[in-house]
T-cell receptor, first 114, second 116 residues
Framework: DGGITQSPKYLFRKEGQNVTLSCEQNLNHDAMYWYRQDPGQGLRLIYYSQIVNDFQKGDIAEGYSVSREKKESFPLTVTSAQKNPTAFYLC?????????????FGEGSWLTVV | DQQVKQNSPSLSVQEGRISILNCDYTNSMFDYFLWYKKYPAEGPTFLISISSIKDKNEDGRFTVFLNKSAKHLSLHIVPSQPGDSAVYFCAASALNYGGSQGNLIFGKGTKLSVKP
């Protein structure tokens, strides 16, 4: 089945620790994205990548890092510099082009800092 | 400053009636609009989209209307069903401007409750 797989679904982190969220897609999409959802805040873009070995900061990139070594994979690291990391994290992907930028989401990962 | 606004945080509708979800935008460069549906603790799923060259797009029970002069779009669900109860996000992008302008900007969502 084609889709976007995020892992883990639930993750607990102690303050001061880095944690990496995995995102893999087998849709052969060029672009991948990381969003964060907080209650009442909608979806905010953290980082995005349109091609392998290239990525750009979104609206709230501070305290996060990413890599795009393979087309299928776009892991997100939440560093200890992120002041309020507890949130629902969503990975997404899309075809790069002008026919319509519909993005497709994974199931999400809950990160809780304890 | 919010570029995409969903001013109603919640909406309650009776089963079988029409649900109308509204969205306003401020950026006149936006030329592609989408609606997503989201259940709790799940990723959003794509519902329907519309390009700025159209003013209406229909897919089954879902119809999206675009009023470019008013910078307003709406999603109509007819007839509403209890399974439609979810949070609905409006999103927009300036697709034809390329680069980061093509990234989707999301509204904060409207929680729809369809009562049996």
């Amino acid at each position: 089945d084609g889709g976007i797989t995020q892992s883990p679904k639930y993750l607990f982190r102690k303050e001061g620790q880095n944690v990496t969220l995995s995102c893999e897609q087998n849709l052969n999409h060029d672009a991948m994205y990381w969003y964060r959802q907080d209650p009442g805040q909608g979806l905010r873009l953290i980082y995005y990548s349109q091609i392998v070995n290239d990525f750009q900061k979104g609206d709230i990139a501070e305290g996060y890092s990413v890599s795009r070594e393979k087309k299928e994979s776009f892991p997100l690291t939440v560093t200890s510099a992120q002041k309020n990391p507890t949130a629902f994290y969503l990975c997404a992907s899309s075809i790069v082009g002008t026919s319509g930028n519909t993005i497709y989401f994974g199931e999400g990962s809950w990160l809780t800092v304890v | 400053d919010q570029q995409v606004k969903q001013n109603s945080p919640s909406l309650s509708v009776q089963e079988g009636r029409i649900s109308i979800l509204n969205c306003d935008y401020t950026n006149s460069m936006f030329d592609y609009f989408l609606w997503y549906k989201k259940y709790p603790a799940e990723g959003p799923t794509f519902l329907i989209s519309i390009s700025s060259i159209k003013d209406k797009n229909e897919d089954g029970r879902f119809t999206v209307f675009l009023n470019k002069s008013a910078k307003h779009l709406s999603l109509h669900i007819v007839p509403s069903q209890p399974g439609d109860s979810a949070v609905y996000f409006c999103a927009a992008s300036a697709l034809n401007y390329g680069g980061s302008q093509g990234n989707l900007i999301f509204g904060k969502g409207t929680k729809l409750s369809v009562k049996p």
